[in-house]
């Protein structure tokens, strides 16, 4: 079956105990046994796993091509695990344009796990071939990249790190399994944060991994989340599940008013660069129209004038949230290195965008009152 039907059917049947249409959300933290001391499912404790966890892993599982799927409290909880179930000196090779939250946790943490890890530029699948240290390597890929829309070949790189013995994980957040399956590309893990477009509505956090097979991997990592606790509570799995079920139509519309906005900010006079993949300039383009089915609703700018210019920009609109985080029905606008802080790489004069589902014409008119000093044009 294709991707809409998928995702509104995969782990949505009929509750048999009722015939609800819509499952129910299962808060139970513990599950009774028979007289025989049996479990009476397969369940025991929430922390292992619960009925309403399994439905929406069963959907992103299907919806990413993968054979199994975990579910976790957040985007980071969920990368955590895949470190926490490493054993022994292993090496990490992180995109240089890398979310700062991964760039952090994987530096300051990762050095006290016995990790090692290197910043390198992805764009050239050469650059990843050089820094795999044999066969206990993570690639670990994000694309396209938060904030400055980086696009990796996840196929040539999956295959370089496949060649030489490595793991490939790619963090397709930014993306989602409507736009782009990484597995169906060669990777072994797909690392999403669900507090993003999975959960669809700024009101949920979540994390989750989907792997290519069942093995010895997703084992450890489930055994992983059990042991050191990062489930995500059965409501925010429900939430996530039902954000699944209306992702492709979003997705479509995220992608159609983000290619409006590139396009227009891409002529504007104040603006010096634009970062979007859908634009024919942008440098990784072909390999985006190659891996994605559109070119997603996330993009950035620099704006002329530097970092001043760049936050009374920010301020000065009206119908843009000023906001971190993205994916919701509402467009968020950020100057990304207030966002990240002291520990941020991002350009000083970077803008970041999450379009939303607003009129196109609303948001262009916002941008353009933004950029003209707060003055009404046209
Ligand atoms: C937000 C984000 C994360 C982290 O997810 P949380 O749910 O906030 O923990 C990881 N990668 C990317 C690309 C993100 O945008």
Redesign the pocket.
Known sequence: MKFETLAIHTGAEVDEATGAVVAPIHLSTTFARDESLALMNEYQYIRDGNPTQTRTEEALAAIDSGRGALLFA????A?AAVLQSLRGPWHVVLPDDC?Y??RVMVREYGERWGITSELVDMSDPDNVGRAIRGEKTVVWS?SPS?PLMKVVDIAAISDIAHRRGALSLV?G??ATPALQRPIELGADVV?H????YLGGHSDV???VLVFRERNALFDRVRETRHHLGAVASPFNAWLIGRGIRTLAARMRLHCDNAASVAGWLARHPNVERVFYPGLAAHPGHQIAARQMSCFGGMLSFNVKGGREAAMRVVSLCRLFTRAT??GGTESLIEHRATSEGESSQAPPQLIRVSVGLEHVDDLIADLEQALSDGKTVG
């Open positions: 957040s985007g980071l909880a990368g979310y939250g991964v994000e938060n963090d957040t930014f690392l944060s669900a507090t993003k956090q979540g994390g985080s993205l």
